[in-house]
């Protein structure tokens, strides 16, 4: 990608999530084009350098973290010109455990509770922090990381997708509240993406048995479910949002742009 065409040189860009999975596709590409990708996440330490980018330790769930975290990328830079919102968490559980083999596997105020406060409590508070420090300065970008189940559902993570539905109720909302002081909101809902090394042996019992079946029988062909007959790159989510920031945009708000092949709806 052409480092001029976007115009994000020197642009201060926070990613939460941002040292595995998405975030460290989307860091990398924000680098590519020249702007300052900072590294926010829990295994993280503040100061230090991951590939190059500026890394600061925080825990999206608790706001004094938060705060912290916002006061630190001033400091070190003097401005945050945009946030990409991409810390989250999915646990595979079902309403009821029908077949009353692995009650684990059975939505409970736990696993609610972990999915509820990073995905939509951690998305506040960190909009919340950059949003007052936008508003100083003139304006920003916020980028929510959404989740086309948002939109359609998902067996097996019902709590998950709702979690991503107040993803994109917030980005509509936000939008409008902001809009006026040159603060876009928007959100980006990747579908069916290449494997990004989070998702452990664990992680993939527990969707099998939400979805009737065995680990090694989770569907790998997408050609029966997506019109363009592959799964998704992580870096295509990173030029997606790298887009999105950059001045490129100027007229997107308060919409989720899907990027999913073609499988969602809406």
């Not at 998405?22 to 924000?30: A, M, N, P, Q």
């Not at 706001?63 to 001033?74: F, N, T």
């Not at 083999?101 to 509820?116: A, R, T, V």
Request: net charge negative; charged share 20%; with cysteine.
């Amino acid at each position: 990608m052409d480092k001029n065409w976007l115009e994000l040189e020197d642009k201060v860009v926070i990613v939460t999530g941002g040292a595995s999975g998405i975030g460290k596709h989307v860091v990398e590409r924000l680098m590519g084009v020249g702007a300052n990708a900072v590294i926010v996440d829990m295994n993280v330490e503040t100061g230090t350098l991951m590939d190059g980018a500026y890394c600061v330790q925080c825990n999206v769930t608790d706001a004094d973290s938060v705060k912290a975290m916002a006061d630190a990328v001033v400091a070190k830079y003097g401005r945050i010109d945009a946030l990409v919102n991409n810390a989250g968490i999915n646990l595979p559980r079902l309403l009821v455990d029908v077949v009353g083999e692995k009650p684990q596997y059975e939505l409970n105020d736990d696993s609610f509770n972990k999915m509820f406060a990073v995905n939509v409590k951690g998305v506040f508070l960190c909009a919340q922090a950059c949003a007052k420090q936008m508003l100083k300065q003139g304006g920003g970008v916020i980028v929510n990381m959404s989740s086309e189940s948002g939109k359609e559902g998902s067996q097996g993570q019902s709590a998950y997708s709702a979690t991503k539905g107040a993803v994109d109720s917030f980005t509509r909302s936000w939008a409008k509240e902001l809009g006026k002081y040159n603060i876009r909101v928007l959100a980006c809902a990747p579908g069916i993406m290449e494997a990004t090394g989070l998702r452990t042996a664990a992680y993939n019992e527990a969707l099998a048995y939400t979805r009737g079946c065995k680990p090694e029988e989770l569907s790998t062909d997408y050609t029966k479910v997506i019109p363009m007959g592959r799964d998704g790159k992580l870096d295509e989510v990173g030029d997606l949002v790298a887009y999105l920031v950059s001045d490129r945009a100027s007229y997107i708000a308060g919409t989720t742009i899907n990027i999913s092949g073609g499988k969602s709806r809406g």
